[in-house]
């Protein structure tokens, strides 16, 4: 398997450039592959468009979807609003859901975001984090256990 790096748009395309440069000094997929921790599919998707269309589409292009509603500066102040907590906020509880931050995203920015949206927002901002679930209680017996009878019993033979 290969490395988890997340690169912005930047680093990806830089990495892209280095590998056409690399391929067109005769570098191999599979070594291309290695050196820049990409898969050989990716080495030879890469090696085939520089062949066929050229340098220029390896470069970056606009990034499709709908730009964000918040700005670079207002995601930091989500980023803020998250660190100082709910109870900042005059909420009377400890957690941030996602509904709770939609709510606060909505009072600071005037703008309203779907929960499950902001789930997504929290991830991208690296505030998401795992929960560690709370080590669950033994099972009551299946069967309730009675005493033995202290009555005797006697054997018939």
């Known amino acids: 398997m290969y490395a988890t790096v997340t690169l912005n748009r930047d680093e990806m395309e830089r990495r892209r450039l280095e590998a056409a440069e690399e391929l067109q000094k005769g570098m191999t997929q599979a070594r291309v592959a290695r050196k820049f921790g990409v898969s050989r599919t990716t080495a030879s998707r890469w090696c085939r468009t520089l062949e066929g269309q050229g340098l220029d589409r390896l470069r970056k292009r606009k990034a499709p979807g709908r730009p964000s509603r918040l ?54 901002l690296g505030l998401r984090s795992k929960r560690i679930a709370a080590p669950v209680a ?20």
């Open 71 to 124: 700005s670079a500066s207002q995601m930091e102040v989500v980023r803020e609003i998250f660190s100082a907590g709910p109870r900042s906020l005059g909420m009377e509880v400890d957690r941030w859901t996602t509904a709770r931050l939609a709510h606060a995203i909505e009072m600071r920015f005037g703008i309203r975001y779907d929960p499950d949206h902001v789930g997504r927002l929290m991830h991208r």
């Open 138 to 157: 033994p099972a009551d017996p299946p069967c309730e256990v009675y005493a033995a009878p202290a009555v005797a019993i006697e054997m018939q033979m």
